[in-house]
T-cell receptor, first 112, second 114 residues
């Protein structure tokens, strides 16, 4: 069974600092890995999708890396802003099935 | 265009009652997923529909849970004889194809069983 772990569970940073969020997964046989953002009382918004053959994806201030062999992904958010405050979820789609396996999330607070 | 919508947004029910949750996927999306998010926990997969194929029901926690989808349209998740441990946010997602595509999530239905 695929297990996804996100560290740290929660963190607070002052505005302007870079954020580094870590995700690890136990089974390297994956189709893709996805980072989502979840705001309180709302659904999930997809941020970045990395296919198993890719090493990283970038979108604006966000960069996500994937090291499939070691079962790790890192989400970098450059020059954090208060609007980045949210919970960030990592999800892995294992090879052979269509369900996503989610971590419990990194709860981020960016202090103005 | 319109995203994934879910109704109701909130539902409070008494233990033992049945509830029905609805999901309207993005038009044209063949794949539809239901997940459950309990307080402080990660999302748990419940069920997956792909076109007219038999659904993957392997995530349903008990036989009190069932879901239906007609073709590539609306899906309903039914919980019979609700229990307090069923209290959670139920999230629906859809995607244009299985596997390599982004899943787009609805806002969820917050279910509270008293």
């Amino acid at each position: 069974k695929q297990e996804v772990t996100q560290i740290p569970a929660a963190l607070s940073v002052p505005e302007g600092e870079n954020l580094v969020l870590n995700c690890s997964f136990t089974d390297s046989a994956i189709y893709n890995l996805q980072w989502f953002r979840q705001d309180p009382g709302k659904g999930l918004t997809s941020l970045l999708l990395i296919q198993s053959s890719q090493r990283e994806q970038t979108s604006g201030r966000l960069n996500a890396s994937l090291d499939k062999s070691s079962g790790r992904s890192t989400l970098y958010i450059a020059a954090s802003q208060p609007g980045d405050s949210a919970t960030y979820l990592c999800a892995v789609r294992p090879s052979g099935n269509n369900r996503l396996a989610f971590g419990k999330g990194n709860q981020v607070v960016v202090i103005p | 265009g319109a995203g994934v919508s879910q109704s109701p947004s909130n539902k409070v029910t008494e233990k033992g009652k049945d509830v029905e949750l609805r999901c309207d996927p993005i038009s044209g999306h063949t794949a539809l997923y239901w997940y459950r998010q309990r307080l402080g926990q990660g999302l748990e997969f419940l069920i997956y529909f792909q076109g007219n194929s038999a659904p993957d029901k392997s995530g349903l926690p008990s036989d009190r849970f069932s879901a239906e989808r007609t073709g590539e349209s609306v899906s309903t998740l039914t919980i019979q004889r609700t229990q307090q441990e069923d209290s959670a946010v139920y999230l629906c997602a859809s995607s244009s194809a299985s596997g390599r595509e982004t899943q787009y999530f609805g806002p969820g239905t917050r279910l509270l069983v008293l």
